[in-house]
Structures are given as C-alpha cells and as structure tokens.
C-alpha cells in the first residue's frame, strides 16, 4: 500500500518568515495530495490541495509543489503569522479525496515564534 | 454552515466493555469514512462506506470493531469488546466521490481503562 513520509516533526520560525514541509510517497497510483491543518483539539481541515496533472498551486500565503517523477510534494508557507502555529498533516490518494481514503504522514509541529 | 457531527466527544470507559461512536455526516454526501488518530501511528484510515455500502474495511482490526451505516444520516463504529490499545481520538469524514475535499468531524477521544 501507499506510504507517506513527511519532514520536519517539528518546525520553528519567526513570525513573517517562510515555512517549508516536505512530504514523499511511494506508490506511483497516487493522483490526489492534500494538505490538512489540525489545531488542538479539532479535527483536520482542509488548507490546500493539487492533482498529479498540475505542478504548483497558489492560495493567497499558501502554495503547493508536486513533482511526480520524485514523488515528493512540499507545502510553502510565506509571511507566517501566529495563527499559522498548527500541526499540518499531507497525505495521499489514487481516486481522489472523495473517493477513497487518505494515506496520511505523521504531521509537522509548526510553531511560529513572534 | 454545514458541518460533520460526532457523539459523544469524550468517551471513558473500562476494558471489555462495547463502545459505540456516531457520526453525522454532511446532508447529501454519499462517501463516509472512519480515521483513528494515536501519537504512535499518527492518522489511519478504518473503514470507509459510499452510498452506505461499505468499500473498504481493511484497516479495522476485524475481530472486535464494526462499522455501519443504518442510513444516509448515520454512521456508527462500534468496538466489543474495547482493550487499552483502542485509546485514541477516532474522527469521522465525509465528502463526495466526484470532488476531492473529504470534511472532518471533531472527533471522539476514547480512553480505554
């Protein structure tokens, strides 16, 4: 089955400096790779999401990269802001977020210093 | 503002006894899908359903948990008899098969005694 891999556990920067975290898969299938944010004591929610058949995608502060052939897929944040301190999770799917499940990786603790 | 719904929130209880997880999900979505949350295994799914029949139970430990859809406003996943090692927070997720955005419900936090 599908595994996901996600780097740092952990991330620590200054408020209005640029966040990066980076995700790899291993099954070749996958089409669909979301981004989740967790905050404590809620459940994931959606931030921003790409399709194996786009490169980059931008929302506002938020951009994601996928390159297939490596099968790796990182998420950009710029401009931090307090409220951005949050577990982020990615994860992965063949059909797609509404059709089958998500492999998800063990989540990045990012915490935004002021 | 549509949202999905979990009961009961917290939930205590002893090893061996029945516990029974709901979820609401979101009017007319036709994908339902079950994750545990542990420190150790991070997000898992469990088992998902669409148009309530279920697609995929193959990460559910067969033996003690079960999962069903009496109708399309109800979701339950039940465990018998519950060991310590369920101790967990299980949300619930619905979405539809032709868009992408599964939503995610609050959650149960289990503890297991």
């Known amino acids: 089955g599908e595994n996901v891999e996600q780097h740092p556990s952990t991330l620590s920067v200054q408020e209005g400096d640029s966040a990066v975290i980076k995700c790899t898969y291993s099954d070749s299938a996958s089409n669909y790779f979301p981004w989740y944010k967790q905050e404590l004591g809620k459940g994931p929610q959606l931030i921003i999401d790409?399709?194996?058949?786009?490169g980059e995608k931008k929302d506002q502060r938020i951009a994601v990269t996928l390159n297939k052939t490596a099968k790796h897929f990182s998420l950009h944040i710029t401009e931090t802001q307090p409220e951005d301190s949050a577990v982020y999770f990615c994860?992965?799917?063949?059909?797609?977020?509404?059709?089958?499940?998500?492999?998800f990786g063990k989540g990045t603790h990012l915490i935004i210093q002021p | 503002d549509a949202r999905v719904t979990q009961t009961p929130r917290d939930k205590v209880t002893e090893m061996g006894q029945e516990v029974t997880m709901r979820c609401q999900p979101i009017l007319g979505h036709n994908t339902v899908f079950w994750y545990r949350q542990t420190m150790m295994q991070g997000l898992e799914l469990l088992a998902y359903f669409r148009n309530r029949a279920p697609l995929d139970d193959s990460g559910m430990p067969k033996d003690r948990f079960s999962a069903e859809m009496p109708d399309a406003t109800l979701a339950t996943l039940k465990i018998q008899p519950s060991e310590p090692r369920d101790s967990a927070v299980y949300f619930c997720?619905?979405?539809?098969?032709?868009?992408?955005?599964?939503?995610f419900g609050p959650g149960t936090r289990l503890t297991v005694l």
């Open positions: 790409i399709r194996s058949n786009v």
């Open positions: 997720a619905s979405g539809w098969d032709f868009l992408d955005t599964q939503y």
């Open positions: 994860a992965a799917s063949i059909k797609g977020g509404g059709a089958d499940g998500l492999t």
